[in-house]
């Protein structure tokens, strides 16, 4: 395996990760709401209770390439290596894990972490360590 090093991006993964954090904390201060997508799209398409805050933050997310895009300029070229029904079962097989583990890897990873939950702790190591493992055998063992 080698390094990319022209592909190296500290300063924008600093200032995205600070962005994320910035949002979260922002979301659960002033609404007292939890950042987890999984938590906050289910919500979305259930119409529960407050929906606008929802449709706004989903928004965003979708909205945001194209601020990229505006502020920087063209989007880095993205290459990905499997067919399209490989996506669909690995698509469908995130949101069944997400189901199990009531909630997904921006609602645990980030929210939950900070918040000290132990069953967030459970499960950023359990998906954490999955994923680790699929490398890892996708890569090594089955070549």
Request: some cysteine; aromatic content about 10%.
């Given at each position: ?6 592909s190296?991006t500290p ?6 990760g ?21 938590g ?5 398409l259930d ?17 945001a390439?194209?601020?990229w895009?505006?502020?920087v ?15 669909i ?14 909630g ?7 929210c ?14 359990s998906?954490?360590?999955?994923g ?10 089955l070549?």
């Amino acid at each position: 395996m080698q390094i990319a090093w022209n592909s190296f991006t500290p300063y924008a993964s600093l200032a995205g990760g600070v962005l994320i954090g910035l949002a979260a904390a922002w979301l659960v201060l002033l609404n007292g709401r939890i950042a987890g997508i999984s938590g906050i799209v289910g919500g979305l398409l259930d119409r529960q209770s407050g929906w606008p805050w929802r449709l706004a933050f989903t928004g965003g997310l979708l909205l945001a390439p194209l601020a990229w895009l505006f502020a920087v300029g063209p989007w880095p070229v993205v290459r990905i290596e499997a067919s399209p029904l490989l996506l669909i079962v690995a698509g469908l097989l995130v949101g069944a894990g997400t189901r199990l583990a009531s909630g997904c890897t921006s609602g645990h990873g980030v929210c939950g972490l900070s918040r000290l939950s132990p069953r967030s702790l459970v499960a950023t190591l359990s998906f954490m360590g999955a994923g680790f493992a699929t490398v890892f055998l996708i890569r090594h063992v089955l070549g």
